[in-house]
């Protein structure tokens, strides 16, 4: 497929209709020409206003290139296949629906993939933006479970240790012809909790030797819903990262070892870190470390 756009972005959604138009407003509001991108929204069978909400969007804004398309496939992974499929941009951008991206966004991709030409992947910076009070119990190391990524102010390369987040996340749109599109055997599915699919998107890209690397500028918040900050949903979530990579790594005997000797070590450092907190008198943190990680493997037990 022939590149028209330097950047398309995609916005996959699924029953968002209260953070969906926040997103959206957000994209109105970049700096970049808007001759330079594109915008895919992918309705992954919504129930709620979503397509009305789209519809008129398009309808507001003649100038954005915008294309609406309703995935009947239901899962995560399906509805950004789609989105890959559709993708005229040399990047694709891959933004969540509860996302708001800052002004200079895109023009900040743009800078960065002039100035890092090989650059495979890239994970852009994501705030946390939490619709009530920040939970006193959640500790740093637990912060990625709300889809939040923040390296510092440097750009770098990343090894392995950590990868980019769904929220904010910017590929070259032709690698996927060479690993393939996202798993649709994992990943979210309507309301259900697996996920494992960008990981696994992330070690097929090392195993051909794709450069991975963080940005900081081109940076979204990401809301978090009050339900969402709830050690109900988070024990839901965890369930979900040991599922997850179990069904990852299903019929591979030794990454199905590799996964259990990490969940050993990742113990060995809850459990550091937890008396840690309890030393310096923060128990409720120390306590949801070691619920989380005993939920974790709960799933992977499964």
Same mark, same amino acid.
């Given at each position: 497929?022939?590149?028209?756009?330097?950047?398309?972005?995609?916005?996959?959604?699924?029953? *968002?209709?209260?953070? =969906?138009?926040?997103?959206?407003?957000?994209?109105?509001?970049?700096?970049?020409?808007?001759?330079?991108?594109?915008?895919?929204?992918?309705?992954?069978?919504?129930?709620?206003?979503?397509?009305?909400?789209?519809?008129?969007?398009?309808?507001?804004?003649?100038?954005?290139?915008?294309?609406?398309? =309703? /995935?009947?496939?239901?899962?995560?992974?399906?509805?950004? %296949? *789609? @989105?890959?499929? =559709?993708?005229?941009?040399?990047?694709?951008?891959?933004?969540?629906?509860?996302?708001?991206?800052?002004?200079?966004?895109?023009?900040?991709?743009?800078?960065?993939?002039?100035?890092?030409?090989?650059?495979? &992947?890239?994970?852009?910076?994501?705030?946390?933006?939490?619709? +009530?009070?920040?939970?006193?119990?959640?500790?740093?190391?637990?912060?990625?479970?709300?889809?939040?990524?923040? &390296?510092? /102010?440097?750009?770098?390369? =990343?090894? +392995?240790?950590?990868?980019?987040?769904?929220?904010?996340?910017?590929?070259?749109?032709?690698?996927? /012809?060479? #690993?393939?599109?996202? %798993?649709?055997? &994992? @990943? *979210?599915?309507?309301? %259900?909790?697996?996920?494992?699919?960008?990981?696994?998107?992330?070690?097929?890209?090392?195993?051909?030797?794709?450069?991975?690397?963080?940005?900081?500028?081109?940076?979204?918040?990401? #809301?978090?819903?009050?339900?969402?900050?709830?050690?109900?949903?988070?024990?839901?979530?965890?369930?979900?990262? +040991?599922?997850?990579?179990?069904?990852?790594?299903?019929?591979?005997?030794?990454?199905?070892?590799?996964?259990? #000797?990490?969940?050993?070590?990742?113990?060995?450092?809850? &459990?550091?870190?937890?008396?840690?907190?309890? #030393?310096?008198?923060?128990?409720?943190k120390a306590g949801l470390l070691i619920q989380f990680r005993w939920w974790v493997t709960k799933g992977l037990a499964?």
């Amino acid at each position: 497929m022939q590149d028209t756009f330097l950047i398309s972005v995609v916005i996959c959604t699924y029953n *968002r209709d209260k953070f =969906l138009p926040l997103a959206l407003e957000s994209l109105t509001k970049q700096s970049l020409d808007s001759s330079l991108w594109e915008l895919i929204l992918i309705d992954n069978n919504c129930t709620d206003t979503t397509a009305s909400i789209c519809k008129n969007f398009i309808e507001a804004n003649p100038k954005i290139n915008c294309i609406y398309y =309703l /995935e009947m496939a239901q899962g995560l992974s399906h509805a950004r %296949n *789609r @989105g890959i499929v =559709l993708a005229k941009g040399t990047y694709i951008s891959f933004i969540d629906d509860d996302a708001v991206a800052c002004p200079d966004y895109l023009k900040e991709i743009q800078i960065f993939t002039q100035k890092y030409k090989s650059a495979t &992947l890239i994970g852009g910076r994501i705030y946390p933006c939490f619709e +009530g009070a920040e939970p006193n119990w959640i500790s740093p190391i637990l912060m990625p479970i709300f889809s939040t990524l923040d &390296l510092g /102010e440097t750009e770098k390369q =990343l090894t +392995g240790k950590r990868y980019p987040v769904g929220a904010n996340m910017i590929f070259r749109r032709s690698i996927f /012809e060479t #690993i393939g599109m996202f %798993n649709p055997e &994992l @990943g *979210r599915v309507g309301k %259900n909790m697996m996920g494992g699919e960008e990981k696994d998107i992330y070690l097929k890209i090392i195993k051909v030797a794709g450069e991975i690397y963080y940005a900081p500028k081109p940076f979204v918040h990401h #809301i978090i819903p009050i339900e969402r900050a709830t050690k109900t949903f988070i024990e839901k979530q965890a369930i979900g990262v +040991g599922m997850s990579e179990k069904a990852r790594v299903k019929d591979r005997g030794l990454e199905l070892t590799k996964s259990w #000797i990490l969940e050993l070590i990742k113990w060995g450092v809850s &459990l550091t870190l937890a008396f840690f907190y309890v #030393i310096t008198f923060r128990p409720a943190k120390a306590g949801l470390l070691i619920q989380f990680r005993w939920w974790v493997t709960k799933g992977l037990a499964l």
